[in-house]
């Protein structure tokens, strides 16, 4: 599969600050909805929740889509790269296990906006895990299991 031109530049000046929040999203290797399937969108949310117990992050909001996430995080004892790194890694190895599989499970790379400090996090949070329903995939939004919010 050919690389898109410019997404080198997607690391360029990336920087990584602790207490900084950050958006980031990750998408299914060729956009394949293997999130479809429940119980690997589990397996996803348990490296959310390793990272956070951890001390690594501070999960804010998370929903799992059925071909990518999107995740609202601060930093705390970690760089944005080795917590996405971690996440993928490990993901990869649970959700292929769980599949009896060898596959490529993520695209290369990810992408991340750091929230500026007057931007609304729970706007933010209000946002992301309104997706399934933007999607269509449910009329509301308690009808969709893969989603979670420090505030709601």
Known sequence: MP???NSHLLRR???SECGRAYLVTAVVHQRQPLFR??????????EFKR???AGLVTSLAWVVMPDHFHWLLAL?????????RQTKSRSTLSINRA???REKFWQRGYHDRAVRADEDLLKMARYIVANPLRAGLVEHIGDYPLWDAAWL
């Open 13 to 15: 000046g990336r920087y």
């Open 37 to 46: 399937d429940f119980q690997l969108g589990r397996l996803l949310v348990a």
């Open 99 to 101: 599949r009896c599989s």
């Open 51 to 53: 990272a956070h117990d």
């Open 3 to 5: 690389r898109q031109p």
């Open 76 to 84: 705390n004892s970690t760089t944005l790269a080795g917590v996405m």
